[in-house]
Nanobody, 117 residues
Framework: VQLVETGGGLVQAGGSLRLACTAS????????IGWFRQAPGKEREGVSC????????YYADSVKGRFTISSDNAKNTAYLQMNSLKPEDTAVYYC???????????WGQGTQVTVSS
């Protein structure tokens, strides 16, 4: 069982990145997939999540209108499209898969996003 995040990198303010969270060993349609981030010296915070089975989404106020979460069951992957990036978006981004019922949740290893001013 594994979650792997890809798509991080260095981008200028105002730019865009798309993060991907690919699952193996389980299918994401029985899970809610969340994106979290942690900046140096700060606590991990929730950014966005999607209930894969029904598509219901949630966004933190700080990213609302700029980030879009989606999922592709065929690819067993969730995405976070990040537009109009700001330096304060700089962090390590993690994805999390939480089952609807009983069971363990899973974390990816994280991907670094750095936004230069």
């Amino acid at each position: 069982v594994q979650l792997v995040e890809t798509g991080g990198g260095l981008v200028q303010a105002g730019g865009s990145l798309r993060l991907a969270c690919t699952a193996s060993g389980f299918t994401i349609d029985g899970y809610a997939i969340g994106w979290f981030r942690q900046a140096p010296g700060k606590e991990r915070e929730g950014v966005s999540c999607i209930s894969v089975s029904d598509g219901i989404t949630y966004y933190a106020d700080s990213v609302k209108g700029r980030f879009t979460i989606s999922s592709d069951n065929a690819k067993n992957t969730a995405y976070l499209q990040m537009n109009s990036l700001k330096p304060e978006d700089t962090a390590v981004y993690y994805c999390n898969a939480r089952p609807y019922g009983l069971g363990s949740d899973y974390w990816g290893q994280g991907t670094q996003v750095t936004v230069s001013s």
